[in-house]
């Protein structure tokens, strides 16, 4: 701390990119972990985060990207080791080009996926990566986390959205691959490198972004099924009906509907009984083409096969807006109740019904507890989490907490698949990149760190153990 506040100040930021480092820079969304800081440095350019990134270097200062703070697996703190510097992108926010002939947009890393969402829609166009922090949630984070969201199904994760991106690597030279081309092969795409990193390679100070013509029609609805085969069923028969213009489809239990009643946020329940199982199904069509009567009609089709027992399709854009409240409120009543253990997890599409079976067996011999199983279906992304019995809370369960991750996490790895779907690793899941994760990937990623990052400064102690 002693060397690298002089640094700072000897490297011309200038006092607007200086602060301490406030409580909202040292806390996450769970309140799991505290974190710790030297400084905190805002820079409002690349060359002040360059800058920034040299002064570290030379001092041996460790450096902690910080984006919105929205992260959930602990890669925006450090609560060990040495005071890091956390580089705040907050003050670059800029959108530096549109392009809507080629369908792209250029903007800096502090930019909030709200506003971004805004300056898309605004030349007729949309950026889909979408997900219920996108008023707080910045794209530089985004990326770095290869953030995924509720339309993967259609449109990918964030990596599938970028074509090109800036970054400051750990020595502070600055790597500017911001090309909006769609075929570029000169050489090594780092582009992929760095997204998904979680700050470990470099600071991303800006991308440019893939853009998609807007729907000229939309349109949702809820449908009850019997249990997740059905669900797939539907998932199945849907595309063969509807094909692309399939934007997400998401799947809830009834122990989500339960929340919200016990807990709120109070919003309407569009069923008088919440149902076991229910799906969301969301749809973007092209002119011409009427999102309800192909809804109206696969709900006949799966009604006849079984697939469907009820139903509701939205008569208007404030009642699809409705049922997707619904949907993006159960983790704030999942976060007023008080998980045991949270997981976000993916498994083989075809593998999700059996292993929403089996896990309920498997964790009945550690405990009782309930458990809200909800996700995005469709790529085979649930968030599934245990929650304590009523009358008893996460507390009483503490010494379970290990036990039921390791539970959990065994049965994903048993039926090939991950144990970190779309929240990164950060430093939660360090343990579990190491049990689950190939070893001959780890080795690889291990040299890449140590070639670019021979000090080690970058975000040490997320997803590599230091």
């Not at 505290?34 to 270097?57: K, L």
């Not at 947009?105 to 829609?121: F, N, P, S, W």
């Not at 470990?200 to 807007?214: E, M, N, Q």
């Amino acid at each position: 701390m002693s060397d690298i506040l002089p640094a700072l100040e000897a490297a011309g930021l200038p006092p607007a990119a200086l602060r301490p480092p406030e409580p909202r820079y040292l806390e996450e969304p769970r309140g799991r972990w505290q974190g710790r800081a030297a400084a905190v440095v805002a820079p409002a350019s690349t060359e002040e985060v360059a800058a920034t990134i040299r002064a570290c270097a030379a001092t041996g200062t460790p450096v902690i990207p910080y984006g919105g703070g929205t992260g959930l697996v602990g890669g925006q703190l450090a609560g060990d080791g040495p005071l890091p510097v956390i580089l705040s992108l907050e003050r670059m926010r800029a959108i530096r080009a549109m392009d809507a002939e080629a369908g792209t947009m250029t903007v800096e890393a502090g930019a909030i996926l709200a506003d971004v969402h805004a300056a898309a829609e605004a030349e007729g166009l949309i950026f889909p990566l979408t997900l219920a922090s996108q008023g707080s949630a910045r794209i530089g984070g985004l990326l770095a986390t290869n953030a995924g969201g509720v339309n993967v199904l259609r449109y990918g994760n964030a990596r599938d959205l970028c074509h090109g991106i800036e970054a400051v690597l750990p020595d502070g030279s600055v790597m500017r691959t911001l090309s909006g081309l769609r075929k570029n092969n000169m050489g090594y795409d780092l582009r992929h490198l760095l997204i998904g990193a979680e700050g470990t390679l470099g600071v991303i100070t800006a991308a440019t972004l893939r853009l998609f013509p807007k729907p000229a029609a939309t349109g949702a609805a809820l449908m009850v099924v019997p249990d997740p085969a059905a669900a797939l069923s539907l998932l199945r028969l849907a595309r063969a009906r509807i094909g692309e213009g399939i934007s997400a489809f998401e799947i809830m239990h009834r122990t989500g509907y339960d929340f919200l009643r016990e807990v709120g946020p109070e919003i309407r329940h569009p069923f008088e009984a919440p149902p076991d199982w229910s799906v969301l199904i969301d749809l973007g069509l092209s002119e011409g083409q009427a999102p309800e009567a192909a809804l109206e009609a696969l709900f006949a089709e799966g009604f006849e096969m079984g697939l469907v027992t009820d139903g509701l399709v939205a008569q208007s854009e404030a009642q699809r807006g409705e049922f997707w409240t619904l949907r993006e409120t159960i983790p704030l009543a999942n976060r007023r109740i008080g998980a045991i253990s949270s997981h976000d997890i993916s498994v083989p599409v075809a593998a999700i019904p059996g292993f929403i079976a089996e896990a309920p067996r498997r964790l009945a011999q550690i405990g009782a507890f309930r458990i809200n199983c909800f996700g995005h279906l469709g790529d085979g992304n649930l968030h599934y989490n245990v929650f304590p019995a009523p009358g008893r809370t996460p507390a009483d369960h503490e010494a379970d907490r290990a036990a039921i991750k390791r539970c959990v996490h065994d049965l994903v790895h048993e039926l090939g698949g991950s144990v970190s779907a779309e929240h990164g690793i950060g430093r939660l899941k360090v343990d579990d990149l190491e049990r689950y994760g190939d070893p001959t990937k780890l080795a690889a990623m291990r040299a890449i760190k140590a070639a670019l990052d021979p000090r080690g400064i970058m975000n040490p102690g997320a997803v590599l153990r230091p």
